[in-house]
Every structure is written in structure tokens, then in C-alpha cells.
């Protein structure tokens, strides 16, 4: 594996390392300087594949690129931004800008260590109304974050509302591209390993499947945390596996039970967008709990007129679903919001380009000309 990178050194003749600001099983995380930016700070995230043959980290390089090209696309006032890719050597790296603040699971010890509570429901929900249209962005523009939890979730020292940070798509890319080109690799430890356990659902932990619904599953799991003070392990039943938070802590019905389907184990029975939690945050029963400033409004995308087959495009949807899951739906009104005068033939091969494993894909496309 490859050495940690030293403090001064200069990387790319352009970003100087500064010192670690973490380590985990993908790589490590540095805050650098940008001395083409006048010494502007900045997160260098390196990533560090176990296996350094040539043939792996010239695909790891291919995969940087495009996954990169995705996220630069991202441009929210809650997420870093992201500024650029490079490699030098046998490191990748991804930079992005430098958030100054706390984590909210250093905002949460602090406060039990200093007022012995943890957060109201009132700030709770405040929390989820600020972070819900984030999720609501990048689910819309095709992106997960599937590594949700109170460590990515910060509180800059420059804005108010809670910044999503760390993204785990290109995690999650940098498994299967490694978990598939081994030979000797498990077909079961594909895509597996991104995420947290405790904050990440069932379906993302055991299966490596993630949906817009596996995000809001992992906001919630936050959620109890900031309410309880306690850690995910600790609310869940050794023997049943199933939430026993409300043991812990005393909230508006309203409230637990939209926590209880944002929990809940089984995909399709979770609100199965963003937009949905936010709704039900706004019901009338919960109203009198939320501050009194002015209600956010969701870009939802208008519904799409298209010239193919209305059968054609709900056998589109069911074979699509078979390949990613709950995801089908809105990634098939995304790509005809995108192409609105596309034909059946230029529909099949863009929404095969969209699904991540090539196996999945080019059995999408054999399907869907039989039809």
C-alpha cells in the first residue's frame, strides 16, 4: 500500500499537503493548500487501492474521470464543491473545497458533555427540513450519497444549514471496479463495503443496493441519534434487529411515525423520495413544532410528453426496475426530461448507459428488444 503523504508535500506542482485530516478503508483524506489559489484550503481525497497492478489503476483512472465529471456537475450551496480529479503516480485524488466547522457528531458530544442533553425535536426537524432538499438535488441529477451519517454532516462556521459532505459514489465505484476485475474476488463482497453499519439499510450492507430510499433510511437513522444521544447499536434489538428507539426517547406521534417508515427495512415501504418526508414534515399536526420561516418549495420536474408508446414506456420501466430497483422510475423521467423528442431505440441505450453493472445492462437491452 501506498505511504502517507507527508506534510509540505506538493502534489500535481500545485496542492500543498498540510496534514491528514482522516483515514479510513478507502484511502485518506488531507487538508492542502491551492498555491495557484493564493494558499486556498482545500480537501485532497486520495484513494489507495490495495492492488496497484497496471491494469487496475489504469480502470481506477478511467472511472476517476467520469465519475468526477458527475460530480463536478453538482452545484449546491449545501455541498462542497467539487474542483477537480488528477493522479500522480499510482495516487488518485479528488479535490474539494475545504469546509470550515463541525461535524454533527462532534456538535452532538459536545452538547451532552456540556448540557447533558441531546437535540429537541423542534431542532430536529428544522434538521431534516434543511437537509431533506439536498437529497432531493442529487437524487434528481442521478446520484446517491449512500454514506449518510452525523461524521458527513457538518455545520460550517460560513452558513446556518447542514452541509452534506463525502459523498460515497465514488467509493462505491472504486469497490466494483476493484471487486470485479480480481479474479479471485467473492461476487458477494461486491459493492459491500461503502456505507456505515448502523446508519446504512439492510439492502445497501448486504446486497451493495442503493436507492434514493437507501439515503433517506440513513437521514433518519441520523435523526435518532441527534434525538436520542445514542448510538445506532443501541436502538436496535440484538436478537430481532429491529428499532427499539422509542424506548429511549418520548416524540409527537406525527413525528415517530414518519421516523418509523424512513426506518423501515424493506425498501418499498419507505417514502420513496425526499420530497415525500418533506411533505409529511409540513402536516398540519406538526406545524405548531416547526419555526416559522418561510417553507422551502422542491423543484420537482413537470411531467414529461414524449412521442414513444405509453406501453412501451411502462415495459421500459418494469425491465428497468429489475436492473436498479426503485431507482427506475425516476431515472426514466430524468432521461426523457433530458431527450424529450428521443425514439424507443435511443430511450433502451440511454437508460442502458445509466445502469452501473454492464451485466445488468446488456441483459436491459436483450430484454427490451424481444419486446
Same mark, same amino acid.
Given at each position: 500500500?501506498?505511504?502517507?503523504?507527508?506534510?509540505?508535500?506538493?502534489? !500535481?506542482?500545485?496542492?500543498?499537503?498540510?496534514?491528514?485530516?482522516?483515514?479510513?478503508?478507502?484511502?485518506?483524506?488531507?487538508?492542502?493548500?491551492?498555491?495557484?489559489?493564493?494558499?486556498?484550503?482545500?480537501?485532497?481525497?486520495?484513494?489507495?487501492?490495495?492492488?496497484?497492478?497496471?491494469?487496475?489503476?489504469?480502470?481506477?483512472?478511467?472511472?476517476?474521470?467520469?465519475?468526477?465529471?458527475?460530480?463536478?456537475?453538482?452545484?449546491?450551496?449545501?455541498?462542497?464543491?467539487?474542483?477537480?480529479?488528477?493522479?500522480?503516480?499510482?495516487? *488518485?485524488?479528488?479535490?474539494?473545497?475545504?469546509?470550515?466547522?463541525?461535524?454533527?457528531?462532534?456538535?452532538?458530544?459536545?452538547?451532552?458533555?456540556?448540557?447533558?442533553?441531546?437535540?429537541?425535536?423542534?431542532?430536529?426537524?428544522?434538521?431534516?427540513?434543511?437537509?431533506?432538499?439536498?437529497? @432531493?438535488?442529487?437524487?434528481?441529477?442521478?446520484?446517491?450519497?449512500?454514506?449518510? +451519517?452525523?461524521?458527513?454532516?457538518?455545520?460550517?462556521?460560513?452558513?446556518?444549514?447542514?452541509?452534506?459532505?463525502?459523498?460515497?459514489?465514488?467509493?462505491?465505484?472504486?469497490?466494483?471496479?476493484?471487486?470485479? @476485475?480480481?479474479? !479471485?474476488?467473492?461476487?458477494?463482497?461486491?459493492?459491500?463495503?461503502?456505507?456505515?453499519?448502523?446508519?446504512?439499510?439492510?439492502?445497501?450492507?448486504?446486497?451493495?443496493?442503493?436507492?434514493?430510499?437507501?439515503?433517506?433510511?440513513?437521514?433518519?437513522?441520523?435523526?435518532?441519534?441527534?434525538?436520542?444521544?445514542?448510538?445506532?447499536?443501541?436502538?436496535?434489538?440484538? =436478537?430481532?434487529?429491529?428499532?427499539?428507539?422509542?424506548?429511549?426517547? +418520548?416524540?409527537?406521534?406525527?413525528?415517530?411515525?414518519? =421516523?418509523?417508515?424512513?426506518?423501515?427495512?424493506?425498501?418499498?415501504?419507505?417514502?420513496?423520495?425526499?420530497?415525500?418526508?418533506?411533505?409529511? *414534515?409540513?402536516?398540519?399536526?406538526?406545524?405548531?413544532?416547526? +419555526? !416559522?420561516?418561510?417553507?422551502?418549495?422542491?423543484?420537482?420536474?413537470? @411531467?414529461?410528453?414524449?412521442?414513444?408508446?405509453?406501453?412501451?414506456?411502462?415495459?421500459?420501466?418494469?425491465?428497468?426496475?429489475?436492473?436498479?430497483?426503485?431507482?427506475?422510475?425516476?431515472? =426514466?423521467?430524468? @432521461? *426523457?426530461?433530458?431527450?424529450?423528442?428521443?425514439?424507443?431505440?435511443?430511450?433502451?441505450?440511454?437508460?442502458?448507459?445509466?445502469?452501473?453493472?454492464?451485466?445488468?445492462?446488456?441483459?436491459?437491452?436483450?430484454?427490451?428488444?424481444?419486446?
Amino acid at each position: 500500500m501506498l505511504q502517507e503523504i507527508n506534510p509540505g508535500t506538493l502534489i !500535481n506542482n500545485r496542492y500543498q499537503v498540510q496534514k491528514v485530516l482522516g483515514r479510513g478503508g478507502f484511502g485518506r483524506t488531507y487538508l492542502a493548500f491551492d498555491i495557484q489559489r493564493f494558499g486556498e484550503s482545500c480537501v485532497l481525497k486520495e484513494f489507495v487501492p490495495e492492488n496497484t497492478k497496471e491494469d487496475l489503476v489504469r480502470k481506477s483512472r478511467e472511472l476517476f474521470e467520469r465519475e468526477a465529471k458527475i460530480l463536478y456537475q453538482i452545484n449546491h450551496p449545501q455541498i462542497p464543491k467539487f474542483l477537480a480529479w488528477l493522479t500522480e503516480g499510482d495516487r *488518485l485524488f479528488i479535490v474539494q473545497e475545504y469546509i470550515q466547522g463541525k461535524t454533527y457528531s462532534e456538535i452532538l458530544y459536545e452538547r451532552l458533555s456540556q448540557q447533558k442533553v441531546p437535540f429537541s425535536e423542534v431542532e430536529v426537524i428544522q434538521w431534516l427540513r434543511d437537509l431533506l432538499p439536498v437529497l @432531493t438535488y442529487i437524487h434528481l441529477q442521478n446520484i446517491i450519497h449512500r454514506d449518510i +451519517s452525523l461524521d458527513n454532516v457538518m455545520l460550517s462556521n460560513k452558513q446556518s444549514k447542514p452541509v452534506l459532505i463525502d459523498f460515497g459514489v465514488v467509493k462505491q465505484k472504486v469497490t466494483e471496479i476493484f471487486s470485479t @476485475t480480481e479474479k !479471485n474476488a467473492s461476487p458477494f463482497a461486491r459493492d459491500s463495503i461503502v456505507g456505515k453499519v448502523g446508519y446504512s439499510p439492510p439492502e445497501q450492507i448486504y446486497m451493495g443496493q442503493c436507492y434514493p430510499c437507501s439515503d433517506i433510511y440513513a437521514l433518519g437513522v441520523s435523526a435518532l441519534v441527534l434525538l436520542t444521544g445514542k448510538m445506532p447499536n443501541l436502538l436496535i434489538d440484538y =436478537l430481532t434487529l429491529k428499532w427499539q428507539w422509542r424506548s429511549h426517547i +418520548s416524540i409527537s406521534e406525527p413525528l415517530g411515525k414518519i =421516523l418509523d417508515k424512513m426506518l423501515a427495512e424493506q425498501p418499498t415501504q419507505r417514502y420513496q423520495s425526499a420530497n415525500e418526508v418533506f411533505s409529511a *414534515l409540513q402536516s398540519t399536526a406538526l406545524r405548531h413544532t416547526i +419555526s !416559522n420561516e418561510p417553507t422551502q418549495t422542491l423543484e420537482i420536474p413537470p @411531467t414529461v410528453t414524449t412521442p414513444i408508446n405509453p406501453e412501451f414506456l411502462e415495459l421500459c420501466r418494469q425491465e428497468l426496475s429489475r436492473a436498479v430497483g426503485p431507482f427506475a422510475s425516476l431515472l =426514466l423521467e430524468e @432521461t *426523457l426530461s433530458r431527450f424529450p423528442n428521443i425514439t424507443a431505440s435511443q430511450l433502451v441505450e440511454a437508460l442502458m448507459a445509466e445502469i452501473p453493472h454492464q451485466k445488468r445492462a446488456e441483459e436491459f437491452r436483450k430484454r427490451m428488444k424481444l419486446r
